[in-house]
């Protein structure tokens, strides 16, 4: 589903209005899942409500796309090479000691 969520963005969901629902509810069933637990999963308040709140916390911090990681208080956006981690990890480290 992951993948498939991935392919389709921007071309069959993803702010496509009134799409978003349809498309997923139809991929997931594509790929053989149970379309009726899935809906289930998306009707249901609790997990509607969960999603709400970590977008918000996510905007809050600052939080635009992703991938977005925090080493330290130091934001890396995208797909960063692994040049860009290791050295925000090694400033982290100089930092505390």
């Not at 149970?34 to 939080?63: H, K, P, S, Y």
Request: net charge negative.
């Amino acid at each position: 589903m992951h993948a498939q969520l991935f392919d389709t963005y921007s071309v069959e969901w993803g702010g496509v209005p009134n799409r978003d629902r349809p498309v997923m509810i139809e991929l997931a069933g594509n790929l053989g899942l149970d379309t009726t637990t899935f809906e289930d999963c998306l009707n249901n308040e609790q997990v509607v409500t969960a999603v709400r709140e970590e977008v918000a916390n996510a905007t809050w911090i600052g939080v635009r796309s992703t991938p977005h990681f925090f080493i330290n208080g130091q934001s890396l956006i995208g797909a960063a090479p692994y040049d860009s981690f290791q050295r925000a990890i090694e400033q982290a480290k100089e930092a505390e000691e």
